[in-house]
């Protein structure tokens, strides 16, 4: 069966955190990928930040530059960090050992902006990904268009909680869904 037609039985759940959302000027700093069932139980999860010179580090925007210094996520990836070359190798090696060919389906809050990055930085990650995504964000336009509902979130800007917060609202309004009272539309 060719893999645009084989039915996903995972989820690669990833966040980037990043010094901008430009791809061809900007860096990821952090990276949290979370593989899932459908049920969304975790089957496996990795975290890393990832080293960059000082120079690197000064050219991210400002919103940037305050948000991840003040989150500790500057401070952690230089004491911490290892060379994108390394990440970007642990995460091919996780994402092939857990799909075992099956092509990953990318899953997370405007996925969108993190594939332009993984595309960019990562080429051996984006061959191994589904051209399908599941996208958390494209369901809260419709909850929130459709029927009113707001999932408030946390906006902790660091990619495991963030991740974890993704996975979380998806499970909401699917539940919500679910309940027949709640089916009335948003007026």
């Given amino acids: 069966m060719s893999p645009k037609f084989a039915i996903p039985t995972k989820l690669l759940w990833i966040d980037l955190e990043m010094t901008g959302l430009d791809p061809s000027r900007d860096v990821i700093l952090e990276i949290a990928a979370v593989i899932t069932d459908f049920s969304f139980r975790s089957l496996t999860q990795y975290e890393r930040t990832i080293r960059h010179s000082d120079a690197v580090l000064e050219r991210a925007n400002a919103w940037s530059k305050q948000q991840h210094t003040s989150s500790g996520l500057i401070e952690r990836l230089r004491s911490e960090g290892k060379p994108q070359a ?22 997370g809050n405007s996925i969108h902006s993190d594939r332009s990055f993984i595309k960019h930085w990562w080429p051996d990650v984006e061959k191994l990904l589904h051209y399908r995504m599941l996208d958390v964000s494209s369901l809260k336009v419709y909850m929130q268009g459709r029927y009113g509902v707001i999932f408030e979130k946390k906006e902790a800007h660091r990619a495991f909680d963030d991740i974890q917060e993704s996975i979380a609202e998806w499970q909401y309004y699917m539940t919500w869904l679910q309940n027949p009272k709640n089916r009335e539309p948003h007026q």
């Avoid at 390394?86 to 899953?107: C, K, N, R």
């Fill in 86 to 107: 390394d990440v970007q190798t642990e995460l091919a090696t996780l994402i092939s050992h857990h799909f075992a060919g099956e092509p990953a389906i990318l899953a």
